[in-house]
């Protein structure tokens, strides 16, 4: 059966709805294997407040001083990754929690240093996925190795969640804070590339959306079947994408 990519965005992750849970089992149960893929941005910003530190974002990315880095690093796998666990494991024991940093699991590539630490991923290890979705769900922390060396970076989990979905040729679920891609206040059900081109010349489509859209023709382009932004605050918001019903963006 086919691999099924979700990506839980941090505003989704203050409040991850139990139907969610259910949904993500229910499609293993149906012999599919769902990935999580994860980030934190409201639990890092938390973090860094405790220590003065004032969230700095360039180009969508955060700033990821070595400060930073040690921040995300304890949040994302000490907090986050094991909350999300935990909550799946009450329901059906399945859950496992990994990173870049695990087996080897993804390579990276460090970005500009205008960003600091971050880096995105140029590998997937496909073989270490398939070993672990014969028998779990993998929930992924975006923290990534620069492999041969000991530098940790901070990888944008949307962009892991695409690459995931490009090596595995998986569909890919977007849980975010917003419904779909709105345009004139009104959510697009489906957008094509040539769709979103315009959009954007128009500035229909602007800030953080446009990597977002962008991003995801780049990954269906490379390999993944179809990108899907949905709220996650929606009950059942996995079973209403994965059965084709009239929520979110469907990106083609």
Request: with cysteine.
């Amino acid at each position: 059966m086919s691999y099924i990519v979700i990506k839980i965005g941090g505003s989704t992750l203050t409040n991850l709805d139990d139907s969610i849970i259910d949904d993500i089992y229910k499609l293993k149960e149906q012999g599919y294997k769902p990935i999580i893929v994860h980030g934190g941005g409201p639990f890092i910003n938390e973090a860094l407040s405790h220590y003065n530190v004032e969230p700095e974002f360039k180009d969508g990315l955060r700033v990821t001083s070595e400060q930073v880095l040690d921040v995300t690093c304890q949040t994302l796998i000490g907090k986050v990754n094991p909350q999300i666990v935990t909550k799946l494991n009450k329901k059906g024991r399945s859950a496992i929690g990994i990173n870049g940093m695990d087996a080897q699991f993804f390579d990276i590539e460090p970005l500009d240093k205008k960003y600091g630490f971050v880096g995105t991923p140029t590998f997937i290890n496909t073989e270490l996925l398939s070993h672990l979705t014969a028998h779990y769900i993998p929930v992924i922390a975006s923290i990534g190795l620069k492999q041969g060396t000991t530098q940790q970076y901070n990888i944008n989990a949307d962009t892991l969640a695409y690459k995931v979905a490009e090596a595995l040729a998986a569909p890919l679920y977007i849980l975010s804070d917003i419904p779909g891609v709105l345009i004139e206040d009104q959510v697009q059900h489906s957008l094509c590339e040539n769709d979103i081109k315009r959009y954007i010349a128009e500035n229909h489509i602007y800030g953080g959306m446009i990597p977002k859209v962008q991003d995801a023709v780049l990954a269906i382009n490379n390999g993944c079947t179809k990108v899907i932004i949905a709220a996650g605050s929606e009950q059942h918001i996995v079973q209403k994408v994965h059965e084709g019903q009239s929520v979110g963006t469907t990106i083609y």
